[in-house]
C-alpha cells in the first residue's frame, strides 16, 4: 500500500512539474530585441490590458494549450504588453511612457505611447515582428489556438516576404491545422 502511495505521489509531483513548465516564455520588449540580436526570430507580442475579457480568454484557453506553447516558445520570442501599463519602455533606440497613467484608476487607463506607436486600437491585439522589430501585420481580437495557427506558422516560416494575396491564398487553402 505504502508503495503504491509513493509511486502515485511521486507521478503527481512529476506531472505538477512538468505542468507548471508548460507555458509561454513571455518576455518584455527589450528582453525580445536583445534575444533576437543573439538568435534571430521573429517576436509575438500580446498587447492587452487588465480590464479586457477576451484578453483573458485568450491566457486561459489559447495561450495554455500544449502545441501551440512549444511551437511558440521554439520559433518566437514572445512579449506580453500591457497597453494600459506605467512604465517606461525602449523600443528601436525610443522611450516610451505612459504620461496620462492614473494608479488610483480603477479599470481602464490611458493608452501607453508604445501601444499608439504600433497602431494598437483594440484589445487584444497581436502583433507580429521581425528579428528587427517591423511589424509584420497586427491581429487584432479574440484567436483561438486553431486560429492562431495558420498566422504562426505563415510569419515564423516567413512565407509572408515577398508574398501577394495570390500566395496567402493558395498557403491557406493548402493549410492543415496540427493543434
Not at 34 to 41: G, L, V
Not at 95 to 111: D, E, I, L
Not at 122 to 146: H, N, R, S, V
Not at 154 to 173: C, I, N, V
Request: hydrophobic content about 45%; charged content about 15%; aromatic content about 14%.
Amino acid at each position: 500500500m505504502r508503495l503504491i502511495l509513493a509511486s502515485l505521489l511521486v507521478a503527481f509531483i512529476g506531472f505538477s512539474a512538468h505542468a507548471q513548465q508548460a507555458h509561454i516564455n513571455w518576455m518584455t520588449i527589450e528582453e525580445a530585441m536583445a534575444a533576437a540580436e543573439e538568435d534571430p526570430r521573429p517576436i509575438m507580442m500580446d498587447v492587452y490590458t487588465q480590464w479586457c475579457g477576451p484578453c483573458k480568454m485568450m491566457m486561459a484557453n489559447t495561450f495554455t494549450v500544449p502545441a501551440l506553447i512549444s511551437y511558440v516558445n521554439d520559433h518566437y520570442y514572445a512579449v506580453k504588453f500591457d497597453a494600459e501599463s506605467a512604465g517606461e519602455v525602449t523600443f528601436k533606440g525610443q522611450t516610451f511612457s505612459n504620461p496620462g497613467f492614473n494608479p488610483a484608476s480603477r479599470g481602464r487607463n490611458t493608452p501607453h505611447e508604445l501601444s499608439r506607436a504600433l497602431g494598437v486600437t483594440a484589445y487584444p491585439t497581436l502583433i507580429f515582428m521581425t528579428a528587427e522589430g517591423d511589424i509584420i501585420t497586427p491581429l487584432t481580437g479574440y484567436k483561438t489556438a486553431q486560429n492562431l495557427e495558420i498566422f504562426l506558422r505563415y510569419f515564423a516560416e516567413k512565407w509572408y516576404a515577398g508574398s501577394g494575396q495570390a500566395e496567402w491564398d493558395a498557403y491557406k487553402e493548402r493549410f492543415a491545422p496540427t493543434f
